[in-house]
Every structure is written in C-alpha cells, then in structure tokens.
C-alpha cells in the first residue's frame, strides 16, 4: 500500500550533524501527519518529531533546539536535521506516517519504514 525507505543513517563523533530522509512511495491519496521515532536497545521507542500536512511541527523535549523536522509535498518526503548529537541519541530512527491510500478511501492507516541506525560515538 504504502512504503517508507529511510536514509542518511550512520555513524557521528559526539556534536556531529546528520540528517535522514524518509520518501513514501505506492498507492498514495494523501499523507496526514508524517515523523520519526526511535528506540535504542533495552527502550521503548519514542517520538522524536512530527509534522502535519500544513508544516507544523512537533519535538520531543530531549531533541528541541537541536533537531529540524521538515517535508516535501510534492516528494512525499519527510526529513529529519539532528545537529548537536549526543551518544543518547544513539538508536534505531524510524520513519512513520498516517495516510490515506487510494484503494481504502476514507479511512487512514499508519505505515512504518524498516529504521535506519544511527550511532553518536562519545
């Protein structure tokens, strides 16, 4: 129906920039809200950001000030700026949307993509 590929994972030294990209691609209508999670081992995924189909954004308190989430309409492409990385940013970054497909109409689904890892070295 839908599918998310993330990119731009990797490994960063302890203040290091990296920015991820997330395209979703397949029988797309619409995308409503559009964000990233993450979860390092022993941890409960968590949201990090999000931001709506009008540009608005939301942060985890742990990532405000350092991270810039932002979108592409015409892409369907959300990305994610993480400036200032610190080791506890360490996890596996998933990308995830809610949207509509044009085979199931009126009722929206979330979809995930597979997680890129992301690594900040101390």
């Known amino acids: 129906q839908v599918q998310l590929v993330e990119s731009g994972g990797g490994l960063v030294q302890t203040g290091g920039s990296l920015r991820l990209s997330c395209a979703a691609s397949?029988?797309?209508?619409?995308?409503?809200?559009m964000g990233w999670y993450r979860q390092a081992p022993g941890k409960q995924r968590e949201l990090v950001a999000s931001?709506?189909?009008?540009?608005?954004?939301y942060y985890a308190d742990s990532v405000k000030g350092r991270f810039t989430i932002s979108r592409d309409n015409a892409k369907n492409t959300v990305y994610l700026q993480m400036n200032s990385l610190k080791p506890e940013d360490t996890a596996v970054y998933y990308c995830t949307t809610n949207a509509f497909t044009t085979e199931r109409g009126l009722t929206s689904r979330n979809y995930w993509g597979q997680g890129t890892q992301v690594t900040v070295s101390s």
């Open positions: 397949g029988s797309i209508f619409s995308i409503n809200t």
């Open positions: 931001i709506n189909r009008n540009g608005s954004p």
